[in-house]
Structure formats: structure tokens, C-alpha cells
């Protein structure tokens, strides 16, 4: 059963949750310091009495019946938003929630249920038509002098360069905080005094080469000559 309060008591909950600067969990805080003898109301009733005053002007709940109605879970149901999936894997628990009038929780445990899983899409180098056969033939033409000297692997030196900055590599989507109030956690990024370092290393057989930080800038000159410093040694050279 939804939560009962008088309006004197709504008013102060917004006046709490403005106080916390639309922290619910701060305001929930506030409030049952200031009114210890109250009922203290969920955080969730924090957000909705503003959200309630801001989109309708009051801060009564929704009637039962209001709004559009909600679709009994069927057999056809299901099979209807596992064919949607089907033709769009993309598509997101909010938009199928809209689009069969069904609580995103039910959309939810009807996906699980056929042991699908949300993946994260992967990001690649883009490659034309015209990448891939030469890819194709390389990688014959790899195993072919593979199979003709079976050390061959080893005398070939594979490199690469990376680039570190000052800010590094953030991936915000796993950046969290578990707390039972906000602690407003931060983390510094774009730095006004910045730096880059650029590193080359190589590996050949069983032997690391390097690492060497290069230049900040590298022309073609410089980075031809880094290349040549490293094939006239005769242990990387590649028969």
C-alpha cells in the first residue's frame, strides 16, 4: 500500500529535499533529525513529491486506473517481445516496456528467463571492403612460411607504441561508489597542465625489447630512424 501523509507533511519533505539539494537520501536524513516522532518517508517519496509538484502541480500519488493500462503477461506476449529482441537485439527494457505497455521488470525476467544477457558493445578499427582480402592473403602467406621453417615465429619482431597521458584510461561504467548515502565521490580528469609520453617495445621469440620512451613528435625521419636502430641489430633481423 502506498504511503499516507499529510500535506503539511509533503510540504516538508520538499522543503528537506531542497535543503539537501535533491539528495533524497540526505533529505530522508535531514527530516527524521527535525521530526523524530514522524513517520520518515522512503527516498523514493522524496523524489516523487518533487517530481509530482514539478510535472502536475500537486503532490497527491496517481489514482489506480490512471495512465495506460498494463498488459497481463501472456504466452503471446512473450513471444511477442522475444521476436521484438529478435529483430532488434539493440533495443533497449525502457523502450519494450513502452511499446507492449508491460513493467520494465516483467520485460526484464521475460529475457533472463531465455538466458539472454546484456553485452557491451566492443569497439574495433573500421575496416573497408578491401581490408579484409589482404588481411586474408597475409595471414596465408604467414602460416605458409610457418609451416616451411617452424621457427620463423620466433625470429619475427612484433612492436607497438602507446600513449600515456595524464588523465589515462577512464571507463566511467565501472566507476562506483557503494555507500548507504552519496559521499560524491570524484575523480580529477582534464587537467589544465597536461603531459604525453610515447612508448615503443617490441617482443621477438622469448626476448622483451625495450621499452623506449620517444619524442613527443615524431616526423618521418625520426620515426624511419628509430626503425632502422632496431632492424641493423642481427638478432632481429627476419631471413
Same mark, same amino acid.
Given at each position: 500500500? +502506498?504511503?499516507? %501523509?499529510?500535506?503539511?507533511?509533503? +510540504?516538508?519533505?520538499?522543503? %528537506?529535499?531542497?535543503? +539537501? %539539494?535533491?539528495?533524497? !537520501?540526505? !533529505? $530522508?536524513?535531514?527530516? =527524521?533529525?527535525?521530526f523524530p516522532n514522524r513517520t520518515v518517508p522512503s527516498r523514493e517519496t522524496f523524489e516523487r513529491v518533487d517530481r509530482s509538484l514539478r510535472e502536475t502541480g500537486t503532490v497527491l500519488p496517481k489514482q489506480g486506473g490512471e495512465g495506460a493500462p498494463r498488459t497481463v503477461r501472456t504466452v503471446v506476449l512473450e513471444e511477442n517481445i522475444l521476436e521484438a529482441v529478435a529483430d532488434d537485439p539493440s533495443m533497449s527494457i525502457r523502450n519494450l516496456s513502452e511499446q507492449f505497455h508491460t513493467s520494465k521488470s516483467t520485460i526484464d525476467r521475460i529475457i533472463r528467463e531465455q538466458l539472454f544477457h546484456p553485452f557491451h558493445i566492443q569497439k574495433v578499427h573500421a575496416m573497408t571492403p578491401q581490408d579484409f582480402p589482404a588481411r586474408l592473403e597475409y595471414a596465408n602467406w604467414f602460416m605458409d612460411r610457418q609451416r616451411e621453417d617452424m621457427t620463423f615465429i620466433s625470429r619475427v619482431l612484433f612492436t607497438?607504441? !602507446?600513449?600515456? =597521458?595524464?588523465?589515462? @584510461?577512464?571507463?566511467?561504467?565501472?566507476? /562506483?561508489?557503494?555507500?548507504?548515502?552519496?559521499? /560524491?565521490?570524484?575523480?580529477?580528469?582534464? /587537467?589544465? $597542465?597536461?603531459?604525453?609520453?610515447? @612508448?615503443? +617495445?617490441?617482443?621477438?621469440?622469448? /626476448?622483451?625489447?625495450? =621499452? %623506449? @620512451?620517444?619524442?613527443?613528435r615524431l616526423d618521418g625521419e625520426l620515426s624511419s630512424l628509430y626503425i632502422g636502430l632496431h632492424q641493423c641489430k642481427p638478432s632481429l633481423t627476419i631471413g
Open positions: 500500500m +502506498a504511503e499516507q %501523509f499529510t500535506f503539511n507533511e509533503y +510540504a516538508d519533505m520538499h522543503v %528537506f529535499y531542497g535543503r +539537501a %539539494f535533491c539528495n533524497a !537520501a540526505e !533529505a $530522508r536524513r535531514l527530516y =527524521s533529525e527535525h607497438d607504441e !602507446a600513449g600515456f =597521458s595524464r588523465d589515462g @584510461v577512464i571507463n566511467s561504467h565501472n566507476l /562506483h561508489i557503494w555507500a548507504e548515502e552519496n559521499p /560524491h565521490g570524484i575523480l580529477q580528469t582534464k /587537467h589544465q $597542465r597536461k603531459f604525453n609520453v610515447n @612508448v615503443w +617495445a617490441g617482443i621477438i621469440g622469448n /626476448h622483451l625489447i625495450g =621499452s %623506449f @620512451v620517444l619524442q613527443d
